[in-house]
């Protein structure tokens, strides 16, 4: 078993998926560096992080016996320089992550393992930010990652082999299964995923059929453990259109055009679960 003392994280944006990573890692014991530009958005993330490894440990999947990691947060990005392993998660726009990746590599030391959380992005058009394209590698963490045991890595034409064995024994400390695909936009997950979300949003634009009834056809016929649209809520409305806009404008796929529903979700800001209005209303349930 790999040595979870042998890693330390810096995780770069304190997001859904920034929190969720950090819960993970501390949960199995390996400190975490929180990086934000916000002082107010890194007090929220701690307290998420400390709910997210209670809802970890009632579900039984942190290892047992074993010292939580530290958690510092800071929004000092030079304070991220030490980590043997540093993951991006700031939004799923292209400009943001190359500019933070960009800052970031030009910190740590070579041969430091650098991961984009990106949903959606090629990871070589990223690697064009960073001084040591052979360093960076994609692994994409569904939501919750702390419940989610399988994760995709995606390796770059320019992704080395080391990358990959140092991105292995890194998943390995965090408890994490992975599978390895070559880099494409939407990789394979959310190439499937993120079109046949917009789909179920588009027929309940259209009339067809409403929110409980798309997602309890696909439940009860294919077997989705959640519906599409419930999953919506849970990765966020609003990133999933930043994903959508990536997807439609690299591959060309009318499919992945945010459709109206989704747009305007967005601009009155229903996204979800975190906003406690999506295609569903959570605030009667916080209550």
């Known amino acids: 078993m790999?040595?979870?003392?042998?890693?330390?994280?810096?995780v770069l944006g304190a997001g859904v998926m920034g929190t969720n990573i950090a819960a993970l890692a501390t949960g199995h014991g390996i400190p975490v560096v929180l990086v934000d530009v916000n002082?107010?958005?890194?007090?929220?993330?701690?307290?998420?992080?400390?709910?997210?490894l209670k809802h970890a440990q009632l579900m039984g999947?942190?290892?047992?016996g074993r010292p939580r990691g530290e958690l510092t947060t800071t929004t000092a990005l030079p304070d991220a320089a030490g980590a043997t392993t540093v993951i991006e998660a700031v939004t799923e726009v292209a400009e943001t992550k190359a500019?933070?990746?960009?800052?970031i590599s030009g910190l740590v030391r070579p041969g430091t393992l650098l991961i984009s959380n990106t949903s959606c992005i090629p990871i070589g058009e990223l690697a064009a930010s960073v001084p040591r394209p052979a360093e960076l590698v994609g692994v994409h963490f569904m939501n919750p990652a702390y419940l989610i045991e399988m994760v995709e890595v995606i390796r770059s034409a320019a992704t080395s082999e080391e990358t990959l064995e140092k991105v292995t024994a890194v998943l390995t400390a965090l408890g994490r299964k992975s599978l390895v695909v070559h880099d494409a936009p939407g990789f394979v997950i959310n190439r499937l995923?993120?079109?046949?979300?917009?789909r179920a949003a588009m027929l309940v634009q259209e009339g067809v059929a409403g929110v409980e009834v798309v997602d309890g056809l696909?439940?009860?016929c294919l077997g989705h453990s959640t519906?599409?649209?419930?999953t919506a809520d849970l990765i966020g409305i609003d990133n999933l259109v930043d994903s959508l806009v990536v997807l439609h404008e690299r591959t060309g796929d009318p499919e992945c055009a945010p459709c109206d529903l989704m747009l305007e979700k967005?601009?009155?800001g229903h996204h979800g679960r975190k906003t406690g209005r999506g295609f569903y209303d959570y605030r009667k349930a916080a209550e």
Not at 2 to 10: D, N, V
Request: charged share 25%; net charge neutral.
């Open 2 to 10: 790999t040595e979870t003392t042998e890693h330390s994280l810096a």
């Open 39 to 52: 002082d107010d958005v890194l007090a929220a993330a701690r307290l998420t992080v400390r709910q997210k």
């Open 61 to 64: 999947v942190l290892p047992a």
């Open 99 to 103: 500019k933070v990746l960009t800052e």
């Open 193 to 198: 995923l993120h079109p046949l979300i917009n």
């Open 218 to 220: 696909l439940e009860g």
């Open 227 to 230: 519906g599409p649209l419930r």
């Open 266 to 268: 967005v601009r009155a």
